[in-house]
């Protein structure tokens, strides 16, 4: 008896890996979508490396974020957020989380439209809530109100947000299964885009 050999067949992490190509992607969303546990989550799959704006803000300025908005204010926070996020994209491929307001921000949007695929993780107002109440280190929701904060932030950045590539909803599930889902649309995206262009 012989042995049926089967070809391999590519893995979803793979055929989003191929789909993507040389872009890379770039999560936007408000504050406890998910942006940094699921864009690790998915940059594994993708075999690309990852990189969390933030984080590299707080490494080249040496300050928090927090400290940052404290000294300087929002616009000098968001001009050196531009900066960083142009200076990242430029040399990817690889899979980048942005703050919650780098995608509001006109300049850096048109950086991340240049440098990649833009994907919103899209949450609503309970899901994120039960995230973010348990700390308190947002500069934008130390407020006297912060849920009403959230809310209104969420009004005024989802028709933003809306802009992006790719919307996938974040909500209450393993991680496994949106970034199962997060692999799948940018198969889709990309799918759809070259038959735009066929």
Known sequence: ?????????????E???AALGRRNLVFVGLMGAGKSAIGRMVAGQLGLPFVDTD????RVSRMTISE???????????????RVIKRLLKS???????GG????NEKTRRQIEKGGISLWLNADLDVLWERVNKRDHRPLLKTENPKKTLEDLMQKRYPVYALA??????????KEIIANEVLAAIIDHTAKAASKND
């Open 68 to 82: 940052l908005f404290a000294a300087y204010g929002e616009d000098e926070f968001r001009a050196l957020e531009t």
């Open 92 to 98: 990817g491929p690889r899979v980048v989380s942005t």
């Open 55 to 58: 984080v590299e803000i707080e």
């Open 165 to 174: 590539d790719i919307s996938v909803v974040s909500r209450d599930v393993r």
């Open 1 to 13: 008896m012989t042995d049926t050999i089967f070809p391999d067949v590519p893995t979803l992490g």
């Open 15 to 17: 055929r989003a890996r």
């Open 101 to 104: 307001g780098a995608f509001i």
